[in-house]
T-cell receptor
């Protein structure tokens, strides 16, 4: 069974631009969560989607948004990019939502550099 | 990762055992996890333990859980150069995974 895939793997953008990242979960998994990893803040929860609905959102500004499609694939969007948005963005999938104590499997991440 | 604490660095000689320690805060966490991250890569799930267990062994990996002290440890037997990586302890905190800052393990010859 294929693992979690994320595209693109690397991105370079400039301040003020917007970016869309994509995540395809493991086949049969219905929950997708997004995390931001930076050297200073570590791994921070962004949001979680289950059955096309955002179930939970972390403490990030409204510039960060996402959605999930009927095939469970998810996208996240960051508008008006800032230098501090440079990070590794990780997607994780699980069978059910995290409250069901499901194990999360992570993709390789998208490394975003904002210049 | 403010709810989970780990030591930041561990240096170990090849062939020795590595022990990575972690303390967590939420006594209601049902699952506790260990993830491994190699340079430039995502997080690889190494192992997890149910909160009603004290120990779990999986090949070279041994997880010990002390619920009273909220202490979790990962022991890697016969550490190899390929074990050099950052290891994250994580607990399920409500609707998300809460991670420690990660322990960088360096294996020296």
């Amino acid at each position: 069974k294929a693992g979690v895939t994320q595209t693109p793997r690397y991105l370079i953008k400039t301040r003020g631009q917007q970016v869309t990242l994509s995540c395809s979960p493991i086949s049969g998994h219905r929950s997708v969560s997004w995390y931001q990893q930076t050297p200073g803040q570590g791994l921070q929860f962004l949001f979680e989607y289950f059955s096309e609905t955002q179930r939970n959102k972390g403490n990030f500004p409204g510039r960060f948004s996402g959605r999930q499609f009927s095939n469970s694939r998810s996208e996240m969007n960051v508008s008006t990019l800032e230098l501090g948005d440079s990070a590794l963005y990780l997607c994780a999938s699980s069978l059910m939502y995290i409250r069901a104590q499901e194990t999360q499997y992570f993709g390789p991440g998208t490394r975003l550099l904002v210049l | 990762g403010e709810d989970v604490e780990q030591s930041l660095f561990l240096s170990v000689r090849e062939g020795d055992s590595s022990v990575i320690n972690c303390t967590y805060t939420d006594s209601s966490s049902t699952y506790l996890y260990w993830y491994k991250q190699e340079p430039g890569a995502g997080l690889q799930l190494l192992t997890y333990i149910f909160s009603n267990m004290d120990m779990k062994q999986d090949q070279r990996l041994t997880v010990l859980l002390n619920k009273k002290d909220k202490h979790l440890s990962l022991r890697i037997a016969d550490t190899q150069t390929g074990d050099s990586a950052i290891y994250f302890c994580a607990e399920t905190l409500d609707y998300k995974l809460s991670f420690g800052a990660g322990t960088t393990v360096t294996v020296r010859a």
